[in-house]
Antibody
């Protein structure tokens, strides 16, 4: 059974950094396409970043240069390093395993709140 | 402003058939598969349709997807009260090198 468990969210001041983790089970992260998608309170879904099995990474323009997606193969875990956080980055962040080039299996999400 | 355009709301009565549209462009829907997601209140999204018209195992055949040119649609037949949720379309965009989502459609079962 595919399972994705996000962690690392919390309250952080503007300009701060946070690293989100996504522990996967039931499949191997390194041979799949993986994504991060976020949802601001009361808003729709916004794709953030993707990491393909070959190592290619993609980012939304809104986070390019500030966020970095990576994985730890022995730990079967996906990460999202978020730097220079802004109030508008406040959202629930979902980790997902893709089918083709879009999310298929989703985690339960972790809330990131950027506020002073 | 979302890259893919969906109506903000839709409604129907139990047993009815409703459709939700998703309009894009040649760089996204026009050249890539469309995905549809259902998000029940307070929960993570779930995949309903992939590759424009395929259902993952476990998704009832009341849900169907179609695509024509730069538009796609999700049809729900035999509407039930527990279909009340937000529905999102998504596709890869070749120009942006990114997944783009629609703004979401809130479905109300009257």
């Amino acid at each position: 059974e595919v399972q994705l468990v996000e962690s690392g969210g919390g309250l952080i001041q503007p300009g701060g950094s946070l690293r989100l983790s996504c522990a996967a089970s039931g499949f191997t992260v390194s041979i799949n396409y993986m994504s991060w998608v976020r949802q601001a309170p009361g808003k729709g879904l916004e794709w953030v970043s993707a990491l393909y099995s070959g190592g290619t990474t993609y980012y939304a323009d809104s986070v390019k240069g500030r966020f970095t997606i990576s994985r730890d193969d022995p730990k079967n875990t996906l990460y999202l390093q978020m730097n220079s956080l802004r109030v508008e980055d406040t959202a629930v962040y979902y980790c997902a395993r893709d089918s083709g080039r879009a999310p298929h299996y989703w985690g339960q999400g972790t809330l990131v709140t950027v506020s002073s | 402003q979302s890259v893919l355009t969906q109506p903000p709301s839709a409604s129907g009565t139990p047993g009815q058939r409703v459709t939700i549209s998703c309009s894009g462009s040649s760089s996204n829907i026009g050249s890539n598969y469309v995905y549809w997601y259902q998000q029940l209140p307070g929960t993570a999204p779930e995949l309903l349709i992939y590759r424009s018209n395929q259902r993952p195992s476990g998704v009832p055949d009341r849900f169907s997807g179609s695509k024509s040119g730069t538009s796609a649609s999700l049809a729900i037949s035999g509407l039930r009260s527990d279909d009340e949720a937000h529905y999102y379309c998504a596709a890869w965009d070749d120009s942006l090198s990114a997944v783009v989502f629609g703004g979401g459609t809130k479905l109300t079962v009257l």
